[in-house]
């Protein structure tokens, strides 16, 4: 879990012993910019909750993981077509070396997890 602060979201540093449960994880989509601050990584992630997102920056690795859940009250529903994954999810992006101890936030908005990286000092 990131916890919030004024400006976003807090990134955690470090954290390798995540272990990933058996089955697959779907990966969010992201875009990626450069800008002259440094990066600009946008991904997908319409229904996921903040507290249920975590950003790691280990090395040259950018890690964006958490689990999108089905809040939506079903009860007594049957299923005509299902298209929408829920459930935990990861993705790992390989970041130049020139950003491996960069100054990293993150903010949610409207679906959308942006995480401002800039270059390192």
Request: glycine content about 6%.
């Amino acid at each position: 879990m990131i916890p919030k602060s004024k400006k976003g979201f807090i990134v955690q540093k470090g954290d390798p012993s995540y272990r990933r449960p058996s089955g697959p994880l779907w990966e969010p989509s992201a875009d990626i910019y450069r800008t002259p601050e440094g990066l600009k990584i946008k991904f997908d992630l319409a229904g996921v909750k903040p507290h249920d997102l975590e950003v790691h920056l280990i090395n040259s690795k950018l890690i964006v993981r958490g689990v999108r859940r089905d809040s939506f009250i079903t009860n007594g529903w049957s299923y005509h077509q299902l298209e929408i994954t829920y459930s935990r999810f990861e993705r790992v992006l390989t970041l130049p070396s020139e950003f491996v101890d960069a100054k990293v936030r993150t903010e949610c908005l409207d679906g959308w997890l942006v995480i401002h990286i800039d270059r390192s000092p």
